[in-house]
């Protein structure tokens, strides 16, 4: 029998890559998801062959029965930050649902590590969570690793770190590339000259891939890197240098910032996660490679004309792109 590969949230950014690199390989692939409109808008020729079941991740039955047979689970999920207490509910679920010996695959992130006490960043490196976003995270990330120890659930966490590409389209990624395309200067009310990393979501979902299976990864944490550092100002340059286009980045005060998270649950969480902005973190692949061979491949070059081509047919008739 064909073994079955699961991905919660494919209708998100991650879980759309997951789902499409699996569909690539030939693997037989179900999505659990709420909007099967979306999931068959946004990748229809993966959408065609695949099973699609919907529901809600918060129901534990539903869940028991989404999981049922499946080997390989990817866990990408994910909730608006004014939503994210659901977040561990989602994931106990989960732990209760997935069959005897299914390796469940998390994608992890850098905030939990908090301000880094060395550089690079890797799995070893203390949590230290420092606003309630990050700290779900984290509590999430133990919560299934102790699951593995406790519970003997094969389970793996993979810190990522910030991901941008076809059909990455949370706030910041959604400003720079429309700015981009239009030849606008997008204006951002935190530090824009920090080193930061950006991986291509193709790489991120290869990530998480390449560990799912891997005895040697159970009940382990791992982290990835990009391919470079880079500014968010550079960034922005390299996306209108591609697009032909003229404008760039700019910094505003921060008050900004805190004048907007007075009215705002979502504005004033992602606040609280904006030290990776002010603070380099530059994460450590060594384990990746040397346990799996695994390296990021896209280069900022190649993965910005990828994604500024994406935002073109997704947007561009409608938006003047």
């Given at each position: ?9 494919a209708t998100?950014a991650?879980g759309?890559?997951?789902?499409h ?5 030939g693997k037989r ?6 909007n099967p409109d979306k999931?068959?808008?946004?990748l229809?020729?993966?959408?065609a062959?695949?099973e699609i079941?919907?529901g809600d ?7 028991r ?10 866990h990408?999920?994910g ?10 509910q ?25 301000i ?6 890797d799995?070893?490196?203390p949590?230290?969570p ?7 995270k984290?509590q999430?990330?133990?919560?299934l690793?102790?699951?593995y ?6 389970t793996?966490?993979?810190h990522?770190?910030?991901f941008?590409?076809?059909?990455v389209t949370?706030q ?11 030849g ?11 080193p ?8 991120a979902?290869?990530?998480l ?5 891997q005895?040697?990864?159970?009940g382990?944490?791992y982290?990835v890197?990009a391919v470079?550092?880079?500014?968010l100002?550079d ?6 240098g591609l697009?032909?286009?003229k404008?760039g980045m ?5 008050f900004?910032?805190?004048l907007a998270?007075?009215f705002?649950t979502e504005i004033?969480?992602?606040k609280?996660?904006?030290y ?8 450590d692949?060594a384990?990746m ?13 190649e993965?910005?004309?990828?994604t500024?081509?994406?935002f073109?047919t997704?947007f ?6």
């Amino acid at each position: 029998m064909t073994e079955s590969y699961l991905v919660t949230g494919a209708t998100g950014a991650l879980g759309s890559a997951v789902a499409h690199r699996l569909h690539g390989e030939g693997k037989r692939l179900r999505v659990f998801i709420r909007n099967p409109d979306k999931f068959r808008r946004l990748l229809p020729d993966v959408a065609a062959t695949t099973e699609i079941v919907v529901g809600d991740i918060l129901d534990a039955a539903k869940m028991r029965e989404v999981a049922e047979g499946t080997r390989f689970i990817f866990h990408c999920v994910g909730f608006p930050l004014a939503q994210f207490e659901r977040l561990p509910q989602s994931t106990e679920n989960l732990l209760g649902a997935a069959p005897q010996g299914a390796h469940i695959v998390y994608p992890g992130n850098s905030h939990v590590f908090g301000i880094p006490q060395y550089s690079p960043v890797d799995a070893a490196h203390p949590h230290n969570p420092t606003c309630l976003v990050a700290q779900i995270k984290s509590q999430t990330d133990e919560m299934l690793l102790r699951a593995y120890g406790n519970r003997g659930i094969p389970t793996t966490v993979v810190h990522l770190p910030d991901f941008y590409g076809p059909r990455v389209t949370n706030q910041l990624m959604r400003s720079l590339f429309q700015d981009g395309l239009k030849g606008k200067t997008t204006r951002l009310p935190f530090p824009i000259d920090a080193p930061h990393q950006y991986i291509h979501v193709d790489d991120a979902a290869r990530a998480l891939i390449a560990v799912a299976g891997q005895e040697k990864a159970c009940g382990h944490a791992y982290t990835v890197p990009a391919v470079d550092s880079i500014t968010l100002r550079d960034f922005s340059a390299l996306i209108h240098g591609l697009a032909g286009t003229k404008g760039g980045m700019a910094s505003l005060p921060s008050f900004f910032l805190s004048l907007a998270s007075l009215f705002s649950t979502e504005i004033r969480r992602a606040k609280g996660i904006m030290y990776t902005f002010t603070h380099t973190i530059v994460m450590d692949g060594a384990q990746m490679k040397a346990d799996f061979g695994f390296t990021p491949e896209i280069g900022y070059e190649e993965g910005i004309e990828d994604t500024l081509e994406w935002f073109r047919t997704q947007f561009g008739r409608h938006r003047g792109l």
